[in-house]
């Protein structure tokens, strides 16, 4: 069993920043994809941005030049900063790993979510 426990959500005015972070516990021996999605109403679920264990990083083009993702290792925790935020930013934003427990399988792990409100 993997516990994901998410923070760092709110309301922002437009323009705004926020900082979600998610840490991991658990069942953990090692972790690869580290990442978030959100879901907008009305919407399908989306990727935000992932990074993987050595560092690489993908973004939806909607976020590139505003959201920052980084991980870390030590503390199995991953980070999103979100700058410039925009009305159409306003979603639940979950977080996502995939990990591995000692001799087992890999298997992906979801937060509960985090609502994000960018609105004046």
């Known amino acids: 069993q993997v516990q994901l426990v998410e923070s760092g959500g709110g309301l922002v005015q437009p323009g705004g920043s926020l900082r979600l972070s998610c840490a991991a516990s658990?069942?953990?021996?090692?972790?690869?994809?580290m990442g978030w999605y959100r879901r907008a109403p009305g919407k399908e679920r989306e990727l935000v941005a992932a990074i993987i264990s050595g560092g690489s990083t993908n973004y939806a083009n909607s976020v590139k030049g505003r959201f920052t993702i980084s991980r870390d290792n030590a503390k199995n925790t991953v980070y999103l900063q979100m700058n410039s935020l925009k009305p159409e930013d306003t979603a639940v934003y979950y977080c996502?790993?995939?990990?591995?427990?000692?001799?087992?399988?890999?298997?992906?792990?979801w937060g509960r979510g985090t609502q994000v409100t960018v609105s004046s």
């Open positions: 996502n790993v995939e990990s591995r427990p000692l001799g087992g399988n890999w298997n992906r792990s």
């Open positions: 658990g069942s953990i021996f090692s972790i690869n994809a």
